[in-house]
């Protein structure tokens, strides 16, 4: 079974930059698709980018396209998320995902595949 730890929250202003990482435990980390989530106060969770089990395709929803960049070390059990010009609309906990059910799946990009889950870590955008 794979556990999620993720890092790298904080507060940062309007325009910065945050990376965010998350650890993997299992031998199998390597199989799965990878996602990132946020909450933010009073709204529901929201899908934000996932990459499929190798790293080579990757998927954004509209809102973090060409400001968000998730990449993946298989060897280091790692998945990250780089975040540059933050808005104050980022501001949410952020959580790892993995899809942990299916093997090397093809549909990294569906939000329903994900069944694992890290504690999360708060980012903070202030305007």
């Known amino acids: 079974q794979v556990q999620l730890v993720e890092s790298g929250g904080g507060l940062v202003q309007a325009g910065g930059s945050l990376r965010l990482s998350c650890a993997a435990s299992?031998?199998?980390?390597?199989?799965?698709?990878m996602g990132w989530f946020r909450q933010a106060p009073g709204k529901e969770r929201e899908f934000v980018t996932s990459i499929n089990w190798s790293g080579r395709s990757t998927y954004y929803i509209d809102s973090v396209k060409g400001r968000f960049t998730i990449s993946r070390d298989n060897a280091k059990n790692t998945v990250s998320l780089q975040m540059n010009s933050l808005k104050p609309e980022d501001t949410a906990v952020y959580y790892c995902?993995?899809?942990?059910?299916?093997?090397?799946?093809?549909?990294?990009?569906?939000?329903?595949?994900?069944?694992?889950w890290g504690q999360g870590t708060q980012v903070t955008v202030s305007s």
């Open positions: 299992g031998r199998t980390f390597s199989r799965y698709a």
């Open positions: 995902a993995a899809d942990s059910a299916h093997a090397y799946s093809l549909t990294y990009y569906d939000r329903n595949s994900y069944d694992l």
